[in-house]
């Protein structure tokens, strides 16, 4: 299994990436509140507007949250899940 370093690696091993916005308050009207985002990323919307070369490691430095402006966030990267051993196949008709 090769290292996935970059965005161009997650990408293309089938990773998923999500955000969470660290700390930041969201201001209403009357009231303050937490910031409570956690949304999944695109990576090819990454890829297109960090390049495929773009460090994993560094990514969290290039966010911003869309709600509150926070520049706090931590990112959660999920490899795909391995084929089961023991995966049932359904019988495909036609053939």
Known sequence: MTA????????SAGWRVRA???GGLVDYKTSTRKCDIFEELSLRDLA?????????SNLESRL????????????VFEPPAP??????RTPVFGR
């Open 20 to 22: 969470r916005c660290v």
């Open 83 to 88: 084929p089961q051993a023991n995966a049932v």
């Open 4 to 11: 996935v370093e970059t965005i161009g690696d997650a990408l």
């Open 64 to 75: 911003k949250c869309p709600r509150c402006g926070n520049r706090r966030i931590s990112l």
């Open 48 to 56: 297109w507007t960090r390049g495929l070369s773009c460090s994993l």
